[in-house]
């Protein structure tokens, strides 16, 4: 074997080791069915961003925020101009100052953006010893492999094997890297939101159901961004005919 053989195959070991390990690291699930928002057409499921709204606003806004989104947003999901202020209005907001300069508080209105559950970073610290639960707004983007991996972490707990010694107050999860996560399984039990549809809240349809919502607060413009996209390749393809033939119009004489 020659010495730039050589070179290329340990690039290429290189390369390809760490793709496997973080593979076998992290055990990526899909749900049954896949994501239906995935690929050229795939569209939101309108129902299952309600669902995963409520199980959200029910269990996961108990620590994490979603800073990036207001509730007239949540229009898009299929709720009414009076839903959405039911919704809006289930929560207290601090405002102000008032004509005497003084903070007050009111209910919320559509235009204002998901109240946060704690007033800063360090008062989130202390409520989940140490730990800082990140702001959901955007995580399906900011992680790897995206609605996977936050399905799969959310489905990840269990028991640890054997040769796995869990330090002071972390879960085992065998998505999670290093598989020691400071958060406590949030949908470990059955039934523990009642969706209006009838739907069996398992664990895995929580999961499901949370992920496409997280995904939608990611990207809510996401079908109108693939409708403007398939109409311009259409464009493209019908203008190329277009010029194709005129090309051949114009060149005929001369072939």
Known sequence: MSRFSAILLLGLSLLTTPAFANEEQHHLRTPQ?????????????????????LVYKQVCAAC???????????????????????????????DGPNDDGEMFERPGRPSDH???????E?????????????DLSLIIKARHDGEDYVYSILT????????????????????YPGHQ??????LSGDDLVTYSDGTKATPEQMS????????????PHMEERKRIGIRAI????????IFYAAKRSLWRDLH
Do not use: C
């Not at 690929?39 to 499921?45: H, I, N, P, S, W």
């Open 114 to 120: 998901f109240k946060p559950p704690f007033a800063n």
């Open 234 to 241: 259409i464009f493209l393809m019908v203008m190329a005919g």
């Open 64 to 94: 994490h925020s979603i800073n990036l989104l207001s509730y007239r947003n949540l229009a898009a999901l299929g709720y009414n101009e009076e839903e959405v202020k039911a919704i809006a209005s289930e929560y207290t907001i601090k």
């Open 181 to 186: 996560i400071a958060m406590p399984s949030p």
């Open 156 to 175: 990840g707990y269990g028991t640890p094997p054997e040769d796995v010694k869990l330090m002071a107050g972390m879960n085992y999860n065998d998505t």
């Open 33 to 53: 069915g896949g994501w239906p928002q995935s690929g050229v057409f795939g569209t939101y499921d309108r129902k299952a961003l309600q669902r995963g709204f």
């Open 208 to 219: 499901n159901d949370v992920v496409q919502f997280l995904s939608w607060a990611a990207e």
């Open 122 to 134: 360090k008062a989130a610290r202390a409520a989940n010893g140490g730990a800082y639960p990140p």
